[in-house]
């Protein structure tokens, strides 16, 4: 949905840019200084709150709600201009909790969570995920809950819409109730179609009663295992589809979110899928704060862009950015004081940016102003504790109010431009990725996917996260561990290939197949036909992964490191581009159809993820030249990210020069098109030194921002 088009129904129109913060916790900020915070709030520019609305402290007593403090939270944001996001947190009532304890999920072990207080909030109520939606009580409570809630604030005029989900993410822990267990053998029925298909897919040879299926305790790369976590991922955002049904119910027009944590590269402990949770939403955004995640520049990046990726054109925005600090938490110990702890106004400028400039046409803070109370006191807040102004909440209005001024609509309606190669994203490897417990931690997937993005980065090329089932809109693509595929997705990625598309492929694809299972030729699923080539030798030692390397012949560069395993390939049609040190073959690469595939034997990207090096960023940019196209602009100074974006409606172009140095450096910027520059936006207009070439001076943690004319 367009950010600037009039919405259906009782729908409020969206702003420009979309501005705001978190604001109300219950017990957080003191009641005293409500009235005064909105016109602070107003005052600033901003244009959006978002509240929690906590079920454990609404709903008091058995049908009896306590609607006073929100109603006046909701009271004072119509006052001021200000519209509200009704953030439903799955907080429990105490007396649902106490009454009916058979209505929570049970874990792994046969335990059931706690009730405890929210660290975020200090109200109790809190259960690890929520009460269990299998139960069909469960969801008569829950959703009379939610109906209530939207019919309560149906047509309110401080009304926006709802954030259905909080950072988009399940429990990989619950359920494992006797209703969660019934619909996982539905679902197997569905899939198999027969207790005996199933009992042969699961190797488990003698079921004579569906009621003998049971969902797994002990987790490894078998099938049964494989079925869990797809239903338990399947089965999270049915459920979020089902909390969006009852709310609707309660109020047809309700405009609905939701935001994840950029999650889907890292699901190891809790379970998170940006695209399956966006495509249910009209918008979609992301928690991203530096102190948690560290502050070094291609991490934000790598994080907006993959939920610009999962909203698949939707508006998407940064629900919850770090506008102070954080103290005492396990992520910032042993921290230096730069790398995100303590922000200042230059961290919200740069931040606020970053996101911009990826392609996010909204900024929400997490905290208005600090908690006052728990483990998370003070933390990330953008005001001062008592509410007052500082420097960095100075900073953010300026932004806010530049970006919703009539000069800033063309910029704010633009979207990045399409990268020049697309890291392949398929979520089924990671989760087969954790199942191999044996490997260690599980977390290959995520050091490889991260490793080829932050490769990609460092040499500012442009490299969009691309979903498998989107690989049609893209020429280039680079695979980062290929290791489980089945027969359906290794026949698509050949006949992508074969189309006319330019596939980079790290090594053991599709190793493993259906259920985990290890094929006898490799590559597997037919991919050697893909390649060119059939696997010689393999090696499955990533404490040793370190001591892998490959020469590359067609630059003539040795011992390029490797990492995690290695495959070595005998040639049936392709051509050997590169050897490892025994003298076999380490990279294959083939014309297959109207396309070419390049297969390397290891893993380059879990490499730089270890250990960036400049020989092996300089491999990854070759492969760009090696298909035949070049990066959209080129920047001679380091730590300054260009990125290009495009207004769809006027064709009107922009051109965003970041610096994440804390030093003012002067740029050369070479363009891939012919183009001089236009209105400059923000910052220092650039110099123009012939038709593809400017220069540009840009202020530490700051950036230039201007429209490119042909």
């Given amino acids: 949905m367009d950010l600037h088009q009039e919405q259906a129904g009782n729908r409020p129109q969206k702003p420009q840019m979309v501005f705001g913060a978190v604001y ?24 959006t709150f ?12 058995p049908g009896v709600f306590n609607w006073e403090p929100y109603d006046r ?25 106490h009454q009916r304890p058979d209505l929570l999920g049970v874990r792994r072990d046969g335990s059931r969570p706690d009730s405890a207080l929210g660290n975020s909030t200090a109200a109790g109520g809190f259960v690890e995920d929520w009460l269990c939606p299998d139960h069909p009580e469960a969801r008569q409570y829950a959703g009379n809950f939610l109906r209530e809630l939207a019919k309560h604030y149906r047509g309110h005029p401080g009304l926006y819409g709802y954030d259905v989900m909080n950072e988009c993410h399940y429990s990989r822990n619950l359920c494992y109730c006797q209703a969660t267990q019934q619909r996982f053998r539905e679902w197997l029925l569905k899939k198999y179609g027969s207790l005996a298909a199933l009992g042969e897919a699961w ?3 003698s079921f004579t009663d569906w009621e003998q299926v049971r969902a797994p305790r002990i987790m490894a790369q078998f099938p049964e295992c494989i079925d869990w976590m797809e239903f ?22 309700a405009w609905i979110t939701a935001h994840g944590l950029a999650g889907s590269l890292d699901t190891a402990r809790s379970g998170s899928d940006d695209w399956m949770a966006a495509q249910q939403v009209e918008s979609y955004g992301l928690t991203w704060v530096a102190c948690r995640k560290g502050n070094q520049p291609w991490k934000q990046w790598h994080a907006v862009d993959l939920t610009r990726s999962a909203a698949r054109g939707k508006d998407f925005w940064h629900a919850e950015m770090q506008g102070g600090p954080l103290w005492l938490q396990p ?68 932004i806010g109010k530049w970006a919703n001024l009539p000069s800033t609509a063309g910029l704010m309606a633009s979207r990045p431009v399409q990268g020049e190669i697309g890291i392949v994203v398929l979520d089924s490897i990671q989760e087969f990725s954790q199942l191999m417990q044996q490997a260690g931690e599980g977390r290959f997937y995520t050091r490889c996917m991260q490793g080829a993005y932050r490769a990609f980065f460092d040499q500012n090329i442009q490299a969009d996260w691309v979903h498998f089932d989107d690989m049609d809109q893209y020429r280039i693509l680079y695979f980062p561990y290929p290791i489980h595929l089945t027969q359906q997705q290794a026949k698509r990625l050949a006949d992508w290939v074969e189309k006319g598309g330019r596939l980079f492929c790290e090594g053991m694809p599709g190793f493993f197949g259906e259920g985990g299972h290890v094929g006898t030729v490799q590559p597997g699923q037919g991919l050697d036909r893909l390649f060119g080539a059939r696997q010689q030798g393999a090696e499955f030692m990533p404490d040793l992964g370190d001591q892998i390397s490959f020469d590359w012949l067609p630059e003539g560069w040795k011992n390029l490191p490797g990492g995690l395993f290695r495959q070595s390939y005998s ?34 990207s879990e490499a730089y993820s270890r250990c960036p090096s400049e ?5 990854f940019a070759s492969l760009l030249k090696r298909a035949g196209t070049d990066p959209i602009a080129r920047c001679s100074a380091p730590g300054v990210v260009v990125r290009v974006s495009e207004d769809k409606r006027s064709g009107r172009r922009y051109l965003w020069a970041v610096n994440h140095n804390r030093e003012e450096l002067e740029a050369e910027l070479a363009l891939r098109s012919p183009a001089r520059c236009g209105e400059v936006l923000w910052g220092n207009p650039p110099v123009q030194q012939d038709e593809n070439r400017l220069s540009v001076r840009v202020s530490g943690r700051d950036c230039v921002i201007f429209s490119l004319e042909a």
């Fill in 24 to 47: 109300y916790r219950r017990t957080n900020p003191p009641r005293e200084d409500w009235e005064r915070d909105y016109q602070q709030a107003a005052a600033d520019g901003m244009n």
């Fill in 50 to 61: 978002r509240h929690w609305f906590l079920w454990g402290a609404l709903e008091v007593a």
């Fill in 73 to 97: 939270q909701m009271e004072l944001a119509a006052k001021n201009g200000i519209k509200t996001i009704i953030a439903e947190v799955q907080s429990v009532p105490e007396w649902l909790y």
């Fill in 203 to 205: 190797r488990r040879y």
């Fill in 232 to 253: 338990c991922k399947e089965r999270a955002y049915e459920n979020m589809q089902w909390r969006i049904e009852q709310l609707r119910s309660g109020d047809p027009d």
């Fill in 331 to 398: 992520q910032v110990v042993g921290r230096p004081k730069e790398d995100g702890r303590v922000a200042d106004e230059q961290d919200v400028r740069l931040w606020s940016m970053t996101s911009l400039a990826a392609g996010a046409r909204g900024l929400m803070w997490t905290r208005w102003r600090g908690l006052l109370d728990g483990p998370l006191f003070e933390a990330f807040g953008l005001y001062s504790m008592d509410g007052s102004p500082n420097s960095r909440s100075e900073m953010a209005s300026k």
């Fill in 571 to 604: 040639v049936t049609s392709g051509e050997v581009l590169g050897y490892y040190p025994d003298g076999t073959a380490a990279a294959v690469e083939h014309q297959y159809g109207s396309g070419k595939a390049l297969l390397v034997g290891t893993f380059p």
């Fill in 615 to 619: 020989g092996l960023g300089a491999w």
